[in-house]
Nanobody, 128 residues
């Protein structure tokens, strides 16, 4: 069982930056890749980026490539989503999730179907 708790959601102006945190805990937590996702009003959940369990390789949805960065803290138990140049369309509930990619542990995916454990989410609002 993996537990994930997001924090850092806030209201920001367009063009602003924000970093979200995902605290990860549980048995064998180090075997799970962590992905970041968002769901805006009336929209489907979308994958943003992820970080692998084996070597911290990262992968991104092309829609946020260059603006969003996923990283892991030195304690290995916190995963961050740094967001820059935020736009009104970035407003959403942001969630992190854990997925066990087993023998493909150097990879991860931005497809929600690959993730088994989910946090509750944190709200990000972008408006002037």
């Amino acid at each position: 069982q993996l537990q994930l708790v997001e924090s850092g959601g806030a209201s920001v102006h367009p063009g602003g930056s924000l970093t979200l945190s995902c605290a990860v805990s549980g048995l064998n937590a180090d075997k799970f890749a962590i992905g970041w996702f968002r769901q805006g009003p009336g929209k489907e959940r979308a994958g943003l980026g992820c970080i692998s369990s084996a070597d911290d390789s990262t992968y991104y949805n092309t829609s946020v490539l260059g603006r969003f960065t996923v990283s892991r803290g030195a304690d290995k138990n916190t995963v961050y989503l740094e967001m820059n140049n935020l736009k009104p369309e970035d407003a959403a509930i942001y969630s992190c999730a854990g997925g066990n990619f087993k023998e493909w542990s150097e990879f991860c995916s931005v497809a929600p179907v690959n993730y088994e454990y989910w946090g509750q989410g944190t709200q990000v609002t972008v408006s002037s």
